[in-house]
């Protein structure tokens, strides 16, 4: 089983900054993609940003040129750093990884227990 972990979460004025991170731990063959999505009431759960096993990141329009997504493969840990955060911005943000937990398993997308942003002045 894959644990997920992130932190950083809180409350921000408008065009300040935060910065999430996601730990991965427990049983871990292989991570593929991880990444953030958000969920702000009355909205359905939209992608923030994600990363490959290569490098490859996406990003969801509303936040390109504001948030970076990064990932430490050594520590199974990606981490978003949200610059120039609207009060849109507020939601609550879960981690996920693509993860293969053991060798010949199945892929698996993992979710954290997410955490509030909330953007306010």
């Known amino acids: 089983q894959v644990q997920l972990v992130e932190s950083g979460g809180g409350l921000v004025q408008p065009g300040g900054s935060l910065r999430l991170s996601c730990a991965a731990s427990g049983s871990i063959f292989s991570i593929y993609a991880m990444g953030w999505y958000r969920q702000a009431p009355g909205r359905q759960r939209e992608l923030v940003a994600r990363v490959t096993s290569g490098g490859t990141t996406n990003y969801n329009d509303s936040v390109k040129g504001r948030f970076a997504i990064s990932r430490d493969n050594a520590k199974n840990t990606v981490y978003l750093q949200m610059n120039s955060l609207k009060l849109e911005d507020t939601a609550i943000y879960y981690c996920?990884?693509?993860?293969?937990?053991?060798?010949?398993?199945?892929?698996?997308?993992?979710w954290g227990q997410g955490t509030q942003v909330t953007v306010s002045s």
């Open positions: 996920y990884v693509d993860a293969q937990p053991t060798a010949g398993a199945l892929r698996y997308d993992y």
